[in-house]
T-cell receptor
Framework: GENVEQHPSTLSVQEGDSAVIKCTYS??????FPWYKQELGKGPQLIID?????GEKKDQRIAVTLNKTAKHFSLHITETQPEDSAVYFC????????FGPGTRLSVLP | DAGVIQSPRHEVTEMGQEVTLRCKPI?????LFWYRQTMMRGLELLIY????????DSGMPEDRFSAKMPNASFSTLKIQPSEPRDSAVYFC????????????FGEGSRLTVL
């Protein structure tokens, strides 16, 4: 089955700096890669997703890149703000829908 | 999360007791998922339904766990008997697809088994 790894597990950045979170997956048949943000006491919420026929997708300060050959994808957040502080999960969907272990992002004012 | 209502939000119970977690999804989504979240294992899929029918329950850890979806607007996850290692946050999520598309999560039910 699918296995998703995510790095780093924790990340601290200064407000205004960029943050990058990386994920790798094992199932070459996976074709859908969403990113979720989870704030304290809440359920995960989709922030951006990418499908296997696209290499990059942007939505304002958030971008995701996908390298299908290397089986890895990354989340990029630019001009970070304190409200970006949360736990971020990547996921990969092939036969199964599998989440990465999460990255706790802290944006320091 | 406005599309999925979970109850209770918090439950504390003693080992051996029966626990029932509830999920009320908004209409129009054919798929319903139950996830469990722990520090050690992250987000794990327990079971999912399509049009109220259980499709994949391979993630259900033991026979102590059962889930039902009697209609499109209600689902339950039951643990009987509960054990301390069942302590976790349980999420219900809905989607229009099993393979792609957004998962809408509820706010979760935090279960503590003493």
């Amino acid at each position: 089955g699918e296995n998703v790894e995510q790095h780093p597990s924790t990340l601290s950045v200064q407000e205004g700096d960029s943050a990058v979170i990386k994920c790798t997956y094992s199932d070459s048949a996976s074709n859908y890669f969403p990113w979720y943000k989870q704030e304290l006491g809440k359920g995960p919420q989709l922030i951006i997703d990418i499908r296997s026929n696209v290499g990059e997708k942007k939505d304002q300060r958030i971008a995701v890149t996908l390298n299908k050959t290397a089986k890895h994808f990354s989340l990029h957040i630019t001009e970070t703000q304190p409200e970006d502080s949360a736990v971020y999960f990547c996921a990969a969907r092939g036969q199964n829908f599998v989440f990465g272990p999460g990255t706790r992002l802290s944006v320091l004012p | 999360d406005a599309g999925v209502i979970q109850s209770p939000r918090h439950e504390v119970t003693e080992m051996g007791q029966e626990v029932t977690l509830r999920c009320k999804p908004i209409s129009g989504h054919d798929y319903l998922f139950w996830y469990r979240q722990t520090m050690m294992r992250g987000l794990e899929l327990l079971i999912y339904f399509n049009n109220n029918v259980p499709i994949d329950d391979s993630g259900m850890p033991e026979d102590r766990f059962s889930a039902k979806m009697p209609n499109a607007s209600f689902s339950t996850l039951k643990i009987q008997p509960s054990e301390p290692r069942d302590s976790a946050v349980y999420f219900c999520a809905i989607s229009n697809s099993a393979n792609t598309g957004e998962l809408f999560f509820g706010e979760g039910s935090r279960l503590t088994v003493l």
